[in-house]
């Protein structure tokens, strides 16, 4: 895959990293949520914009049902892989 980013961990593995299409939203919140979402970014050394998704993203996957994440885990693998087998190999391992 095109742009694709990888990382060797000091065990050896290989951390790859897909980008994934994005549309870009607006986005209106109250001055001090704003404040202390900037505090929490700096106290964790990232981006406000890397916070936000990562907030939106834990809240998302707490809300889905277990087999909602399944099925969206199955579609991303899916989309990587690019066939159903390579998909079911990588499951049943």
């Not at 299409?21 to 970014?41: C, P």
């Not at 914009?49 to 809300?63: H, M, N, S, V, W």
């Amino acid at each position: 895959m095109k742009n694709k980013k990888e990382i060797i961990t000091e065990e050896g593995f290989v951390l790859k990293f897909y980008p994934r299409k994005t549309k870009e939203i607006s986005l209106q919140l109250s001055t001090d949520v704003v404040d202390l979402l900037r505090k929490k970014a700096e106290e964790r050394e990232m981006p406000l914009e890397a916070l936000l998704k990562f907030y939106i993203g834990q809240g998302l996957r707490q809300d889905l049902s277990k087999e909602e994440a399944k099925e969206l885990a199955l579609k991303r693998l899916k989309s990587r892989k690019g066939s159903e087998e390579a998909v079911e190999a990588d499951l049943a391992a």
